[in-house]
């Protein structure tokens, strides 16, 4: 994994750095700033889900009928970007974190509990707002994105941002 | 913004026609429509040609959609008069749905009877080979307006039919095609999943529609689908497969996967030509 160029993106409002209420043209700058990041990193919350603990993202569904790189192309990436492969869960285990599929839908939306049953059946863990698209607009910039998702309150945030600043000093 | 003027600019099909009119005053007996890559009717006798941006007054902005239409006669046989669009409009563009569907609702206006769509696609279902042509039976609408909130909705649909006079003429030609031409593949039939993009598909969505028993996805034709049903005009849709999502398969070369898409290319030229020159 390539720190040198590592961005943090907090959803959650809890640490201090690259915190942003939600997704947005904040967040798209950064991604597109020059030289772009090489790595995201993500923190969100999620929902939909029984878990206490956070986990880390392996893949996604994009059930927001929405993609932040609708309309002309921007220069940055190709039209049709490849997206396997972008997520890095491969610090899971040394993190001692479980990974997850989520379900990225439109900011704000809540599922009923037969909905939440559906999105189980169409393979996410859970769902959340801001993973999905901050993850297509780094996918198009040629950036990888590292994404924890947890429960909606500040109890893990802390100290996963401490373990993971431990991952990226002792890689380099 | 270059889309907030397009869409200012997009024409009425009334005023889309006219302007086709003033070169040309026939009525297509089909209209065909091109996805990227694929080359097909190139040499139409007395042909006519336009750029979408001339017609419509919209410019499409997607490389290898030339965006034109051409007017022309069919060679085998010049009794038959066809409209080929190269290239669409997508609303992965940005473009609005009235554009989107224009030169669907175009060719509904002008009275042509028939619509054959066609596009690129990757094949979901594990017997599709690459360069496999597949005639759309059913698809799912991830692609209009009304998913903007979501596509949770359209999950929990059935997907919509597309079965009719002329897909079953399709099927029926090619089947007879694949009887007297070794070259010319039998065609697949399957269930489309229309995605917006235009990122690709992750593995897990690739996965999702899978269980849901589509057969390929990609990222256009359900527009022209849902214009075009409840008009007078038939359409039907052709898909060329040209990738496999299998976790399994080893990545070939995109040049083998260029080499079948030429393939498929020439296979749909062939059923094309065939079908539409006998009025089969």
Redesign the interface.
Known sequence: MDWSRAKWFDFTGTIKEGQFSRFGNEVIEILRQSPPPKLAIVLDTAFGWQHKTPAMVR?????????P?????HPIGE??????GIYNADDAERLALETV?VAG??HG?R?SSD?AE??H????DCYCFNVVPTM?VA??AGCKVLAIVGPDNHTWQAEIAAKINELSSCAR | MKVEETKVKARTPEQALAIIRSVVDVVPDAGIVLGSGITALQDLVEPHSFSFHQVFGVEPTVAGHAGTITIGKLPENEAVTLVVFRGRYHVYEGHDWDVVTLPTRTLIEWGVKELILTNASGGINPLFKVGDLMVMTGFRDLISEKWRGGIIEALQTFPKECRNELSEKIFVNGARLAQIDKEFWPLKNGIYAGFTGPSYETLAEVEMVRRMGCDNVAMSTVPELLTAAGSPMKAAAVSVITNVWNEDTVITGHEEVLEASKGASKRLDKLLRYMLSGRR
Request: no cysteine; glycine share 8%.
């Open positions: 893949d996604h569904i994009n059930l927001s009928g929405y993609n790189l609708i309309g002309p192309n039209r049709f970007p490849v997206i396997q599929v839908l439109k939306r599922l909905d559906f999105m059946v169409l393979g996410a297509l996918a198009h």
